[in-house]
């Protein structure tokens, strides 16, 4: 009878170390599946990035080069003088812990060092030890540290354990930004040539090819062509688009997802039959290829550099101006970054819709405009024939992106274009929205397979928020403006919430639009059979 | 350890005081010496934390947008939320600064209906902290009439509100016990919630343990050891008249009190209490969200290296030739 | 009173002891983060466990529909399959089961009028055991799955292909015949 109080079994016990110490002294131990692989190193050749070496996370010596301490310490001061936006949030934490519980990988992994005040402490402990007076006199009472190969390692860790997706910041009462840390934490680790394969590799790509899956000139185009194929047989309309065509008046710029895989080429296709269908005089560019840009997750510097081809091939091209498509980064960049980096773009025109005529005066200096922008314009005008019934076999709710949301502030277009284009919209619980949004968990080239429970759990906060709606409402697609979404929420909602889709907004809108000579539409863009078109054996059951 | 070594830390200052002035009658030194150096040093600790902000730049427009962006002429923006004007920034600011705006939007999850997780709104930490800073500001103000002859007009205003219970003699204020009650729960919750106790360093409990001091001493001596407070008012004007007098009478409380306020001054510049002025220097919350209409300039921006379309043109010109893709040389 | 009921009205003990144990099994930092006595629930991963197990014990309790328990059962292991376990780390918490149960009745001094009747519900609860492993292992292969298909989606081989079929055009051999076959791959 005892026996059976006994304490559980020694197979229950699990051989965790449990910290009952302090978070300095709880030393990184580094877990499979919840890192990246280390990058190439003809990756980093590519692109000049320095201290090229062999390392493996897991290792306990990591191959750093001899003076990596002071390339460190170095690193911290320039930014110091460099960015007010680092020295400030350096200094005025007073760990509230208002931020604690809001970002997606704490909720996901409990992982205390996961919080974004104690992410930011990582680099703060070092700072105050090295720069300011009360740490080099105090120490750890004033919460200071040493920089050891430990404390590298573990920035290195968590800052790759971060989407820089921004949710802190909008809870912060100083608005304080991790994004903002652990973009300079992760300058500081490239330093040291500590990259990781899944962003160096799209880097070194976009750089020498244009875009990140490096896709080559004729790539670019066959892929399309497949695409064109699809629509013709579809709609019984032949499409030509343009590649590289001087004297265009608008220039697409897109992520390259979209170009290649599934669920993204569907939004491909959305935007060339919209295209098509309004007569826009664009052009695609096999140069400026890429609408994202994974250098932002290195250094300032490389974003820069992949981002000069916009402007650039806009200039040679000679066109007016430039229309963006769905992805979450990439605006972040192309609304608060690429203009002071590579602008002023007074080649351009300030963006003017030449269906509508309406001119686009919020991305006057830019010269960029957001297709949800534009699209929702067009709707508004009445300039699209819009039949959403043909979506009625959806049941849509909206994630809307992180950058998109916090670092753009756009809420209202794609919601307006959705509900034009679909009959059945339902919102996911308000706190989980909008600002409030959550990451999809795999952001900021976090988004390989090797870390795919890092990723889950990440995703977890945003899939059981579509749970919800799937449960009460039914809702069977996650509609949504970015490419890494479309990507990454798929492989999440096949883990979490098994059947939902994933779909790219401009693939709904092209799903609903009504072609000027196109034949009876039986399928929707995903050549799966439309609801009213059906046949009788099509039961309810894939809702 | 945390939490001992500052609360070691500000008894032994008590026991500096008391050992100064009663046993080494130390009295100017610390009626006049410490509280003199005290607030040099934050005059020019706070102004010297401030511009070494300010010299650095701030290279990008990185707003966070916490509402709708203005974009197309019928779609309504979120003026506060995503400022397009200088108007909407003060807006912005004077919501954050005088109402802990992003606080206030704090969630926590919740069950709902015993199955359903909800992210409801979390109060107790903004309703604590306003209490607290707000409080704390009025009780400072309310020390002017140590400073000033005659008392300006508005303290009796201010002294009105505070006392409107109208109980006591001398008349209770309630700003002295809700600061000591704000500054305790946000001790409480320092200590309870594990996270928060987690991340907390012992330069998150040294002020907490000196402000609840200097509330507590002030109030001992309002309300129980009558302190003189003409001998207060007198070394209080010697102070700000730059000819100090030390007058006889004013107890050991009294000194421990001023060192008490000292040693916060002191403190202030070399601490995390510099999220006051801090605040106003956020570039998430003080830029415009409008930076595709109007350029941000960094200071600092400098030519790049970059992979130019003549060198791209280089390499695949063969096959953009067969894929029928325009190049420009032949 | 059979055993049944008795578990029942003690349905609430019974689950806080059975949650207290899986709490166990993370590193403590963690467990304070998912416990949190009054807001245990205030974290997506803590409320679906805690869902499911109570959901779990009601329909164990209540007859026990295999679907459902399947379902509930599957809401947690999906979570702890991600989570840093070994297998048998992931799933000790249905044993558990039996541990908690036995030592409720042992403290009410019941549990030898109860004898049969708590070796049947042991052997459900070893069912339950068994479940637990072909969910955990249709989590795990779901987990290989998506690794493979992002790879496969996203990556190298459809670029080769493309990248192919250029080649091919290249060296003059007929594109058509080239793209025939690619879209018959591709299942058209």
Redesign the interface.
């Known amino acids: 009878m005892a026996k059976f109080t006994a304490k559980p079994a020694e197979l229950l016990k699990i051989d965790f170390k449990t910290p009952k110490t302090?978070?300095m002294d709880t030393p990184v131990e580094i877990r499979e599946h919840m890192y990246c692989h280390p990058s190439k190193a003809k990756d980093l050749e590519t692109v000049?990035f320095p201290n090229i070496h062999e390392w493996k996370p897991v290792d306990e010596n990591w191959n750093l080069p001899e003076n990596w301490k002071e390339t460190v310490i170095n690193g911290i001061k320039e930014r110091?003088?460099?960015?007010?936006?680092?020295?400030?949030?350096m200094?005025?934490?007073?760990?509230?812990?208002?931020c604690?519980?809001?970002c997606h990988f704490y909720l996901g992994t409990g992982d205390?060092k996961n919080?974004p005040?104690?992410r930011a402490?990582l680099l703060r402990s070092v700072y105050r030890k090295y720069f300011?007076?009360?740490g080099k006199i105090f120490g750890k009472?004033?919460?200071a540290r040493e920089l050891t190969e430990d404390v590298l390692k573990e920035i290195w860790y968590y800052y790759y354990q971060c989407t820089e997706c921004?949710r802190c910041?909008?809870?912060?009462?100083?608005?304080?930004?991790q994004a903002?840390i652990t973009m300079i934490g992760r300058e500081l680790t490239n330093l040291l040539g500590l990259q990781l394969g899944w962003i160096a590799g799209p880097v070194a790509n976009c750089?020498?090819?244009?875009n990140h899956l490096g896709l080559?000139?004729?790539t670019i185009?066959?892929n399309i062509e497949f695409m064109l194929d699809d629509i013709e047989t579809l709609t019984g309309i032949r499409i030509n688009p343009t590649?590289?065509?001087?004297g265009a008046e608008i220039l697409f710029v897109t992520p390259s997802g979209d170009l290649f895989g599934v669920p993204g080429v569907y939004t491909a296709m959305g935007y060339l039959m919209l295209f098509h269908e309004l007569g826009l005089d664009y052009t695609w560019s096999?140069?400026a290829s890429e609408g994202g840009n994974f250098g932002f997750f290195t250094s300032?510097?490389m974003a820069?550099?992949l981002n000069?081809?916009i402007y650039?091939?806009a200039k040679?091209l000679g066109v007016k101006w430039i229309l963006g498509g769905e992805c979450g980064h990439m605006w972040r960049v192309?609304?608060?970054?690429m203009?002071?980096?590579n602008?002023?773009a007074d080649f351009l025109e300030v963006p003017k819709s030449p269906i509508t005529g309406?001119v686009?005066?919020?991305?006057?200096?830019?010269k960029?405009t957001h297709i949800s922008?534009f699209t929702?314009?067009l709707i508004?005008h009445g300039k699209l024939k819009l039949d959403p019934g043909r979506n009625d076999h959806l049941k849509v709710t909206f994630h809307d992106s992180c950058n998109t949301?916090?670092?753009?502030?756009?809420?209202?277009?794609p919601r307006?274009v959705i509900k034009n284009v679909c009959n059945h919209f339902y919102e996911m619980?308000e706190?989980?929205i909008r600002?409030?949004t959550f990451c999809c968990g795999s952001g900021t080239g976090l988004n390989a397979s090797e870390n795919m429970e890092l990723r889950m759990r990440g995703g977890f906060p945003r899939a059981?928020a579509v749970r919800?709606v799937h449960e009460q409402h039914g809702v069977n697609m996650l509609a949504n403006i970015c490419a890494i979404d479309r990507a990454t929420l798929s492989a999440s909602m096949d883990y979490w919430v098994p059947g939902v889709g994933v779909a790219g907004i401009s693939e709904l809108v092209a799903n609903a639009l009504v072609m000027k000579g196109e034949k009876e539409r039986t399928q929707d863009l995903r050549l799966e059979p439309l609801p009213q078109k059906s046949g009788e054996k099509e039961g309810a059951e894939n809702v | 350890?945390?939490i001992l070594?500052p609360f070691v830390a500000v008894i032994a200052l008590v026991l500096l005081a008391m050992v100064g002035v009663s046993g080494g009658s130390l009295h100017f030194l610390f009626g006049v010496i410490i509280p003199y150096a005290a607030v040099f040093i934050f005059i020019i600790g706070v102004i010297y934390?401030v511009l070494?902000?300010?010299?650095?730049?701030?290279?990008?427009?990185?707003?966070?947008?916490?509402?709708?962006?203005?974009?197309?002429p019928?779609?309504?923006q979120?003026k506060l939320?995503?400022p397009s004007s200088t108007l909407h920034v003060v807006g912005r600011m004077a919501m954050?600064v005088f109402l802990?705006r992003?606080?206030f939007?704090?969630?926590?999850?919740?069950?709902k209906d015993s199955?359903?997780?909800?992210?409801?709104s979390d109060k107790w930490?903004w309703l604590a902290?306003i209490a607290f800073h707000y409080s704390f500001l009025i009780v400072l103000l309310r020390h002017i009439r140590l400073f000033a002859e005659p008392t300006p007009f508005f303290l009796h205003l201010l002294e009105t509100f505070d006392g409107f219970l109208q109980i006591g003699v001398p008349r209770f204020f309630m700003t002295g016990v809700v600061l000591l009650s704000a500054v305790t729960f946000l001790f409480l919750r320092r200590i309870y919630?594990?996270?928060?106790r987690?991340?907390?360093?012992?330069?998150?409990y040294f002020p907490l343990f000196l402000i609840i001091g200097i509330a507590t001493t002030g109030m001992l001596m309002r309300y129980f050891l009558k302190t003189d407070i003409v001998g207060v008012k007198e070394l209080a004007m010697g102070l700000v008249s730059f000819n100090p007098v030390i007058p006889k009478g004013l107890g050991v409380i009294f000194y421990i009190h001023l060192l008490f306020v000292s040693t916060l001054f002191a403190y202030f510049p070399?601490?995390?209490l510099?999220?006051m002025g801090?605040?106003f220097?956020?570039?998430?919350?003080n830029l415009l969200?409008?930076?595709?209409?109007?350029?941000?300039?960094?200071p600092?921006?400098y030519p790049?290296?970059?992979?130019?379309?003549e060198e791209?043109?280089e390499?695949?010109r063969d096959?953009?030739k067969?894929?029928?893709?325009?190049v420009e040389k032949e | 009173m059979n055993l049944n009921e008795l578990l029942l009205k003690k349905r609430q003990t019974i689950l806080k002891k059975w949650f207290d144990s899986v709490l166990e099994t993370y590193p403590q930092?963690t467990a304070?983060?998912l416990k949190?006595q009054k807001?245990q629930?205030?974290?997506?991963v803590g409320?679906?466990i805690y869902?499911g197990m109570?959901s779990l014990l009601e329909e164990l309790l209540n007859g026990g529909d295999t679907d459902k328990i399947s379902t509930f059962l599957d809401n947690i292991i999906r979570i702890r399959a991600i989570q840093d376990f070994t297998p048998s780390q992931a799933l000790a918490f249905v044993i558990q089961l039996k541990r908690v149960v036995r030592e409720e009745l042992i403290n009410e001094n019941k549990e030898s009028q109860f004898a049969d009747e708590l070796l049947a519900f042991e052997r459900r609860a070893d069912d339950l055991m068994l479940l637990s492993f072909d969910i955990y292992m249709k989590c795990r292969e779901k987990i290989y799955d998506l690794k493979a298909n992002e790879l496969r989606n996203m990556t190298s081989k459809l670029l080769e292909r493309a990248n192919l079929i250029?080649e091919a055009?290249?060296r003059k051999i007929d594109l058509e015949e080239v793209l025939q076959g690619n879209k018959l791959e591709r299942g058209e």
């Open positions: 302090d978070w000049g110091l003088q460099k960015y007010r936006s680092f020295h400030v949030f200094d005025i934490c007073v760990r509230c812990g208002a604690a519980d809001k205390p919080m005040v104690l402490e300011t007076t009360g009472t004033a919460g921004r910041s909008v809870f912060c009462p100083y608005g304080i930004d903002e750089y020498m090819k244009g080559e000139p004729h185009k066959s590649f590289n065509r001087k096999t140069y300032n510097e820069k550099r000069s081809k650039a091939e040679r192309l609304h608060q970054y203009d002071t980096w602008g002023p309406t686009f005066d919020n991305a006057k200096s830019t960029m922008e929702a314009d508004r949301s916090r670092g753009m502030g756009m809420f209202e277009e307006y619980p706190n989980t600002e409030k059981n919800y | 350890m945390k070594f934390r070494k902000w300010a010299k650095s730049p701030v290279p990008f427009c990185i707003t966070t947008t916490c509402g709708q962006q203005k974009s197309l019928w779609i309504k979120n939320e995503n954050e802990f992003s606080l939007r704090n969630l926590k999850g919740e069950m199955s359903r997780l909800v992210y409801g930490l902290g919630i594990p996270q928060v987690y991340i907390s360093l012992s330069a998150d070399f601490s995390k510099v999220h801090g605040v220097l956020s570039p998430t919350r969200g409008n930076s595709r209409e109007f350029r941000h300039v960094n600092w921006n790049v290296k970059v992979h130019t379309y791209y043109e390499d695949f096959k953009m067969m894929a029928e893709i325009p | 930092d304070n983060f949190r807001d629930f205030a974290n997506p409320s679906t869902n109570d250029f055009q290249y």
